[in-house]
């Protein structure tokens, strides 16, 4: 039977703590006054931020039961941000890659019950589908399309039951579209917004799918790590499936459009956009708006708008 630590100050264990979101999570949580455990699939090369952090490592969907418990044995806070992001697997590899998400999930929350433990699970609005009806509410229906979307609302499935029906402390975080600072190589494959300004930045041009008329919401780094958080401290009133996205839904044409005119200001440079691009995955096209969960209405600022978002990402380039 776990116990929890007697020590004032919180325990917060932050899984999946290099990916994008989760060095976001780490420096804001760096300045709060909290001790703080960083796990990661692999080994750290070197720590992420210079301070007491406890860095380890553990692959969640190999660990077993003991190692989950001894993980999260004293932390009052878990913050669940690993998974892998693979969108669609193969037919004979998509049972392994559907339990990856959904045994070490489902293993934690058990090991929760009758605790006061809390933990904030980061999920997608994918989940929704490629046309779901707009704008789109926590309630509405999911239609997943991919592999990716199936672990993700399964895992959200477990995250609403444990929280309604074993009174676990929990909530999943449903981000829209997530966009920052220039990722790392291993991870570029992810960030669409990120290889457009790149593919702006060396040929001066970009390509935008159809009429480019279907409705994104973007949504920074920064600003995502400060919902999974705000959430954490909010959980007892929190609903079990949040909505965390910005306040910005427009067009994808309008997005790009955007991205130009910070682009052409830092550079003074004219770019060519073409449209008309054909689609090559039934994701391509996806739509997407909706408003901030209600728990969001208070106390909870966005730092980013998509203008300052996008003006910091070109001044990288610089």
């Keep these: ?55 380890q490592n553990l692959d969640l969907k ?15 806070v878990i913050f669940h941000l690993a ?36 933990l904030i699970f980061a999920s997608s609005a994918s989940v ?19 592999s990716y979307d199936l672990a993700k609302v399964s895992c959200d499935q477990l995250i609403k039951y444990y929280k309604k029906v074993l009174n676990v402390n929990c909530s999943s975080l449903r981000f829209s579209n997530v966009y920052g600072p220039m990722p790392t ?24 799918i159809s009429d480019g008329n279907f409705l994104r919401n973007y949504i920074h780094a920064y600003d995502a790590a400060a919902m999974l958080i705000h959430t954490s401290q909010k959980i007892e009133d929190s609903p079990p499936i949040v909505l965390a996205c910005s306040k910005q839904n427009m067009p994808f044409r309008e997005v ?12 003074d440079t004219e770019i060519k956009v073409n449209f008309g691009l054909k689609p090559v995955f039934i994701t391509d096209e996806r739509q997407f708006s909706a408003e901030p969960s209600l728990i969001f209405s208070q106390n909870f600022n966005f730092r ?4 300052k978002g996008f003006k910091e990402m070109v001044e990288e380039l610089s």
Excluded at 12 to 38: D, F, H, M, P
Excluded at 185 to 206: D, F, G, P, Y
């Design 128 to 146: 929704y589908g490629v046309h779901p009806k707009l704008p789109v509410v926590e309630e509405s229906v999911e239609e997943p399309f991919t």
């Design 62 to 76: 190999r660990a077993n039961l003991n190692d989950l418990e001894n993980l999260i044995l004293d932390q009052d």
């Design 83 to 118: 998974g892998d992001t693979s969108v669609q697997v193969e037919k004979k590899l998509e049972m392994e890659y559907f339990f990856s998400w959904i045994k070490p999930l489902k293993s934690l929350l058990n090991l929760m019950v009758g605790t006061e433990k809390k």
């Design 256 to 267: 790009i459009s955007k991205l130009i005119k910070c682009y052409k200001s830092r550079f």
């Design 1 to 55: 039977m776990m116990t929890k630590t007697n020590s004032k100050e919180k325990k917060v264990l932050v899984l999946g703590a290099s990916g994008q979101i989760g060095k976001e999570v780490l420096s804001q949580l760096n300045t709060k006054k909290c001790s703080i455990t960083a796990v990661r699939r692999s080994q750290w090369e070197e720590p992420f931020l210079d301070n007491e952090i406890s860095y």
């Design 304 to 307: 980013y708008s998509l203008e």
């Design 185 to 208: 190589v291993k991870n570029s494959s992810r960030r669409a917004i990120n290889q457009i300004l790149e593919n702006i930045h060396k040929n001066k041009e970009v390509s935008i």
